[in-house]
């Protein structure tokens, strides 16, 4: 079965701070993983994209690794700002001939001041 | 213009309405999303549209009804809900879904419908 893990649920730190988001995924055969940023009650909006032969992608404060072989993947967030606090959602596709998505049920993260 | 749009942002309807929501792209883009999300959970996906023909029904009530009427305009007609369909319905968009490559999806804001 297709599934998406993430770690933390839920993650509360300090403004300035760093921090890792967690990503385990059953998902096959894999095209490619995406992080995204979902502010409550908006839109997800894509952070980074990465296919079976990236390992690591930037954007900014936010870095995502990915491990095909463990099927694992990261996010890190640099100098986290309060902006920062949103659910962030690692998505996996599916390559089936249409490319579904199989969402995981994101980590909300508060940033304090 | 790398933007999906959505209408209405709001809207609270009763069990015997009918209303309808929009969704607007210009990016060119051939594949058009109906997402559901409930609160804390992850979006559920609708329906596909593929060069404006159906292309996937996830099994979806037939009180939802979608439409797609040219490539860049998606709409999703709403009758006899229930109160269980209040959630934020997203719309998203992508390049040709049958294409290799990312064909990342991109997310309207979203419509927010409570169902009294």
């Known amino acids: 079965k297709n599934q998406v893990e993430q770690s933390p649920q839920s993650l509360i730190i300090l403004e300035g701070k760093n921090c890792t988001l967690q990503?385990?995924?059953?998902?096959?055969?894999?095209?490619?993983l995406r992080w995204y940023k979902q502010d409550t009650g908006r839109g997800p909006v894509s952070l980074t994209i990465?296919?079976?032969?990236?390992n690591t992608k930037s954007n900014g404060r936010y870095t995502a690794t990915l491990d095909a072989d463990t099927k694992q993947s990261s996010l890190h967030i640099t100098a986290s700002q309060l902006s920062d606090s949103a659910s962030y959602i690692c998505?996996?596709?599916?390559?089936?001939?249409?490319?579904?998505?199989?969402f995981g049920t994101g980590t909300r993260l508060l940033v304090s001041p | 213009d790398t933007e999906v749009t959505q209408t209405p942002k709001h809207l609270v309807m009763g069990m015997t309405n009918k209303k309808s929501l929009k969704c607007e792209q210009h990016m060119g883009h051939r594949a058009m999303y109906w997402y559901k999300q409930k609160a804390k959970k992850p979006p559920e996906l609708m329906f596909v549209?593929?060069?404006?023909?159906?292309?996937i029904n996830e099994s979806v009530p037939s009180r939802f009804s979608p439409e797609c009427p040219n490539s860049s305009l998606l709409n999703l007609h709403l009758h006899a809900l229930q109160p269980e369909d209040s959630a934020l319905y997203l719309c998203?968009?992508?390049?040709?879904?049958?294409?290799?490559?990312?064909?990342?999806?991109?997310f309207g804001p979203g419509t927010r419908l409570t169902v009294l």
């Open positions: 998203a968009s992508s390049q040709a879904p049958l294409a290799g490559g990312y064909n990342e999806q991109f």
């Open positions: 990465m296919t079976f032969s990236e």
């Open positions: 990503c385990n995924y059953t998902v096959s055969p894999f095209s490619n």
């Open positions: 998505v996996v596709s599916a390559s089936t001939g249409f490319q579904k998505l199989v």
């Open positions: 549209y593929s060069y404006e023909k159906l292309s």
